[in-house]
């Protein structure tokens, strides 16, 4: 199938720390496309579960916290910032970043609940195309029909010290030594889920973005679309 008969999205997938949100923001303003950040959408919904008290092995429960949320992405203050995101009106965009909401999010990803209200959402957002779509399951599940597709790797190490650096530069303490094990973890618990595990889409692109600077993958992603 040509690109022309495919949805004008394009899906950056990987694991954690490989550079994913900062590629994908250059991507979509290189392309003048939207960047849709599918991890702070479940972190936004981790964080609204976590301060319900809600018991994530009571399905029952997860959808009726989840039945009336309220999600809305903001574009990122400046170049290099994350996207803001409100949850029921209220801004969280700092809330979600952090290590330990990074291991929520993986945690309820693997909910049905939560992906189907989640991945209906992307989807709905998607439907006018011109998107570049950042996550996990992108690609493989949220839009299969993607015209282009790119899954990004790097080493576990690498990655702690990418994003040792990113919470330094906020002002914040960082172990390597558990922020290195967080990451190992979560890698596995996104790729051994049952539900829309962490994998390459057959027909995605796959670059390791630990050889690479955050220009030359750009440029390959790029080169690739245009």
């Given at each position: 199938?040509?690109?022309?008969?495919r949805?004008?999205?394009?899906?950056?997938?990987?694991?954690?720390?490989?550079?994913?949100?900062?590629?994908?923001?250059?991507?979509?303003?290189?392309?003048?496309?939207?960047y849709?950040?599918?991890g702070?959408?479940?972190?936004?919904?981790?964080?609204?579960?976590?301060e319900?008290?809600?018991?994530?092995a009571?399905?029952?429960?997860?959808?009726?916290?989840?039945d009336?949320?309220?999600?809305?992405?903001?574009?990122?203050?400046?170049g290099?910032?994350d996207?803001g995101?409100?949850?029921?009106?209220?801004?969280?965009?700092?809330?979600?970043?952090?290590?330990?909401m990074?291991m929520?999010?993986?945690?309820?990803?693997?909910?049905?609940?939560?992906?189907?209200?989640?991945t209906?959402?992307?989807?709905?957002?998607?439907?006018?195309g011109?998107?570049?779509?950042?996550?996990?399951?992108?690609?493989t599940?949220?839009?299969?029909?993607?015209?282009?597709k790119?899954?990004?790797?790097?080493?576990?190490?690498?990655?702690?010290?990418?994003?040792a650096?990113?919470?330094?530069?906020?002002?914040?303490?960082?172990?390597?030594?558990?922020?290195?094990?967080m990451?190992?973890?979560?890698?596995?618990?996104?790729?051994?889920r049952?539900?829309a595990?962490?994998?390459?889409?057959?027909?995605?692109?796959?670059i390791?973005?630990?050889?690479?600077s955050?220009?030359?993958?750009?440029?390959?992603l790029?080169?690739?679309?245009q």
């Amino acid at each position: 199938m040509s690109d022309t008969c495919r949805e004008r999205i394009v899906t950056i997938d990987g694991p954690a720390g490989v550079g994913k949100s900062t590629i994908s923001r250059r991507v979509s303003t290189s392309l003048s496309f939207t960047y849709l950040d599918t991890g702070a959408m479940y972190r936004a919904v981790g964080l609204k579960l976590k301060e319900a008290g809600v018991d994530l092995a009571d399905a029952g429960a997860v959808r009726d916290c989840l039945d009336a949320i309220s999600l809305k992405l903001l574009p990122a203050r400046a170049g290099n910032d994350d996207v803001g995101v409100l949850l029921d009106g209220r801004d969280v965009s700092q809330e979600i970043r952090s290590p330990e909401m990074s291991m929520i999010a993986s945690t309820v990803s693997a909910l049905p609940a939560v992906r189907e209200k989640l991945t209906l959402m992307q989807q709905e957002i998607g439907m006018a195309g011109q998107i570049v779509a950042e996550g996990r399951d992108t690609g493989t599940v949220v839009f299969p029909g993607a015209a282009w597709k790119f899954y990004l790797d790097a080493a576990p190490r690498i990655r702690m010290q990418r994003r040792a650096e990113q919470l330094r530069s906020q002002g914040k303490l960082v172990n390597e030594d558990e922020l290195l094990t967080m990451i190992v973890k979560r890698d596995h618990d996104d790729q051994s889920r049952s539900i829309a595990p962490l994998c390459k889409a057959v027909d995605a692109v796959v670059i390791d973005t630990g050889l690479l600077s955050i220009d030359e993958v750009t440029e390959a992603l790029l080169s690739r679309i245009q």
